[in-house]
């Protein structure tokens, strides 16, 4: 459960940074009156749609961090094989950081109203998710291929469940994309625009960290670390 | 002494309401049905999990009556007996109480108590609930599909979860009974975002975290919890649904199942435990939280006095949902652990009780010297507090390694949670509901029908779990189907189990009377008015009662105050209403 552990620590760290910025400290029952209407306490000073996002991506990474957890405990196990990394793998994490960086220049863009190239932006990163998912099927293949299918092997089972469960979000992230890219070709309202391509290029910067983290651990570079941590229990 | 005079009011500007767009229903359907205001989702979740609670109910009724009667019931197999067990467990954790503390109270104070119109995510709010329902509904099915559903006990425990000896196990009972767990995480994912968006983003203005009531605390912090700890329930189905329909052995060891070896092989079932608790153990918190804010709201209301020590209420409650992490190996001892990791998650569960100390010590001295207004969610409160330290104690007992060795799945353990963690919640969401009826329809809950049901549910629930102690700490192990002819097992340990078979029936009865008053009462209940208990809160000063859609009329509230200004000296009344500008005049110049 280290994964999970190190993930809450990070969590608590963050909220409880905020919430020592919240009077916690304070004596409400002596502060009657205009106390708390200086705008800026009331509330946090962002949209309600991008602190629901950093929510949400706080329960995806704890749902990834779950799964890394579960990997390395079964990974203790004897019948743990190493499986061998397609070299796919590579050039689909390429696809995914192009992804990252076309959004990246989509927000640059789209904060300043150019809606041209914003549309570009965002073709060329939805184009570039569409190429890692296809590029994941074909690594799901190979590793079939190879004989590695379903219950033969621990290792490819947790391969196959995790990068499922990440190509799950990365799909759910492309209906997202699409509604954005419709939003910046009907012309909406600029602002919202702005707000969906940031909304957006967040999450999918988050998913690209995930992804990086999830090959790491595929490719087995976090082994040593994971020692390291249970050295440190017993 | 600490002044408790309020300090002039500085002038404040007139509310600067930001127009929110809220999605007006056009039609029956979408104001009723598919609604978007909290409020209708609210009683919505509430009816849901009330209604799936009573099938629960009705279980535990058979279950006693094996346990009290063995051998007198055919239709109760032992298959039959694993089912209902399981299915009591599984429905009264996650879908009753889960359910109508987040989905159902929470929606509805939330937004009210902090001066929302409504949550932040309205379409989504209203997913979260056709989700959940559609959880149920899969949960409901397995009790109509071949085989029944599943009979894994209600911590679905693998290896046996999914082994044909199980009912269910080999055939669709566990995977209803997994993919309904998965949908009711992400209904409620979907539904605890707007909970703690809302109380991070939708406060209205002077309204500081620490000006809200602890039932928002208690709520909010039960959601982050709910939120980060439900992702490993969800790890675990999806695995174990991979294990029992993919044949892959992320759980399942080698086995060899009626002479012949399965396929399975390597698996851990010591993993499933791990992700199982990490849910589990938060879950128990989960549960509380919620409870422990709305009752402080409860007693500090009705003993018409602040509630003491409003800071290490707030403090405790965000401390338990920290701590409430690192204990889950605690329901674990017996699996075979490293003793020094059984030490470390000993002292943790200990350290947990010290917070929850605190509450319990400023829930009493709230009581102390205040005018306590004996009504029925003040009973039910303090019937909370009185069981929540009862189960509490036999919490310290089971804590302890050493300890908890001899007693792990024996009846005691069934008799500590339920008191803890059935029993005091439940007393709480009766209180709750005592409480806020009449906000919700405009009319009072019959009294006398509500005495009945306070009194027999409380003298019944002593008489159900007291004696239950007993029967475990003779030996008596829990999911048997029957005890057979141990030695241990004598006479009045068989009269004993009438006893409390008998109990629980009576206590049955009590909550059909209450469905009963639930239903009476909304046309028959005297009239409330707008806010019968002079409480402080928001909730309570609304134009409209029931509160209409958009909450507040016109102007969202300015808050001016925390929500326990009860008995301030020269105020004109024994409370002031969080938005009450006392000792100034209203903004806005009105009278």
């Known amino acids: ?234 | 002494m600490a002044d408790a005079t309020p300090h002039a009011v500085d002038d404040i500007p007139a509310a600067e309401v930001p127009d929110v767009e809220l999605y007006h229903p056009k039609s029956w359907w979408t104001k009723y049905v598919f609604s978007q205001d909290a409020k209708v989702i609210a009683i919505q979740y509430s009816g849901t999990a009330i209604a799936i609670g009573l099938v629960a109910l009705v279980l535990s009724w058979l279950i006693r009556l094996q346990l009290g009667f063995p051998g007198t019931f055919d239709f109760i197999t032992p298959e039959a007996y694993y089912q209902f067990i399981t299915m009591h467990g599984m429905i009264m954790v996650v879908y009753l109480l889960t359910a109508l503390f987040l989905g159902g109270f929470g929606n509805y104070l939330i937004p009210l108590m902090v001066g929302a119109r409504d949550m932040v995510f309205p379409y989504v709010n209203m997913l979260s609930f056709w989700i959940y329902l559609l959880a149920v509904l899969v949960l409901v099915a397995s009790f109509f599909v071949p085989g029944g559903p599943t009979g894994a006990g209600w911590t679905l425990y693998p290896p046996q979860a999914i082994t044909s000896g199980t009912p269910g196990g080999q055939q669709a009972g566990i995977i209803l009974m997994l993919v309904s767990l998965a949908l009711f995480i992400i209904g409620f994912t979907m539904g605890g975002l707007n909970y703690v968006v809302t109380v991070l983003q939708g406060r209205t203005r002077g309204m500081t975290l620490m000006r809200m009531p602890l039932t928002v605390w208690g709520i909010f912090t039960a959601t982050v919890m709910a939120l980060l700890a439900f992702p490993a329930l969800f790890v675990a189905a999806v695995m174990m649904l991979f294990d029992r329909l993919l044949g892959t052995s992320f759980f399942m060891p080698a086995l060899v199942e009626f002479g012949e070896q399965l396929e399975y092989g390597g698996g851990s079932p010591i993993l499933f435990q791990h992700l199982f608790w990490f849910f589990g153990h938060p879950e128990v918190y989960i549960v509380a939280l919620p409870a422990f804010g709305i009752v402080s709201d409860l007693i500090s209301t009705h003993a018409r006095k602040n509630i003491f020590g409003y800071r290490m209420m707030v403090w405790a409650i965000v401390g338990i949902g920290a701590l409430s992490f690192i204990v889950w190996a605690h329901h674990m001892y017996v699996s075979g652990m490293d003793p020094y990791f059984g030490f470390f998650f000993a002292t943790t569960t200990l350290i947990i009780a010290v917070p929850t100390a605190i509450k319990v010590y400023n829930w009493v001295l709230t009581l102390w010297r205040g005018d306590i207004h004996l009504t029925l969610p003040m009973l039910f409160a303090i019937g909370f507090i009185v069981t929540f330290v009862n189960g509490g104690l036999t919490g310290l007992f089971l804590g302890n390694v050493v300890v908890d060795v001899p007693l792990s799945d024996t009846m005691f353990v069934v008799a500590h949670f339920h008191m803890v963690m059935g029993v005091a919640p439940i007393m709480v969401i009766f209180g709750a509901i005592y409480h806020w009826y009449p906000k919700m329809t405009g009319r009072m809950l019959n009294e006398w029908m509500g005495q009945f049901h306070f009194w027999v549910t409380f003298i019944g629930a002593y008489a159900i779990f007291f004696p239950m102690h007993y029967v475990g700490l003779v030996g008596v192990p829990r999911r048997y189907h029957e005890l057979g002819d141990a030695s241990f097992v004598t006479d009045s340990l068989h009269n004993l189990n009438a006893f409390i078979t008998v109990a629980a029936l009576i206590v049955g009865f009590a909550q059909v009377v209450f469905m009963f008053n639930i239903f009476w009462s909304m046309r028959n209940g005297k009239e409330s008015g707008g806010n019968p208990w002079r409480a402080t809160t928001l909730e309570w000063q609304t134009p409209a009662t029931p509160p209409e859609h958009g909450n507040f009329g016109k102007e969202l509230p300015i808050v001016y105050r925390w929500s326990y200004d009860f008995s301030v000296p020269g105020a004109p009344e024994d409370y002031l209403a969080q938005n009450d500008p006392w000792p100034n005049a209203p903004a806005g110049g009105k009278a």
């Open chain 1, 1 to 234: 459960m280290i994964a999970i552990l190190l993930f809450l620590a990070v969590i608590f760290l963050i909220a409880g940074w905020w919430l020592s910025r919240q009077g916690l400290m304070s004596k409400p029952w002596l502060e009657t009156g205009a106390t708390g209407l200086a705008p800026g306490r009331e509330a946090v000073n962002l949209p309600a749609s991008k602190v629901g996002l950093g929510v949400f991506l706080a329960v995806v990474g704890a749902l990834f961090a779950l799964f890394i957890s579960a990997y390395f405990m079964r990974m203790e196990l004897p019948d743990w094989r190493t499986l061998p990394m397609p070299r796919i793998l590579w050039l689909n994490t390429g696809t995914l950081v192009l992804n990252s960086i076309a959004l990246h220049f989509a927000v640059l863009a789209a904060r300043k109203g150019n809606l041209r190239a914003l549309r570009q932006d965002l073709l060329a990163g939805g184009a570039a998710a569409l190429l890692f998912l296809i590029g994941q099927g074909l690594a799901w293949d190979q590793i079939a291929a190879m004989g590695y299918f379903a219950a033969s092997n621990p290792a490819s089972n947790f391969f196959y469940l995790i990068t499922g469960v990440h190509a799950l979000h990365i799909a759910g992230g492309l209906i997202a994309l699409a509604r954005t890219s419709h939003r910046a070709w009907t012309r909406d309202n600029p602002e919202r625009v702005t707000t969906s391509t940031e909304l957006c290029t967040a999450y999918w910067h988050f998913m690209l960290a995930i992804w990086l983290v999830i090959l790491a651990l595929l490719a087995g570079w976090l082994n040593e670390f994971a020692d390291i941590c249970r050295q440190l229990l017993v």
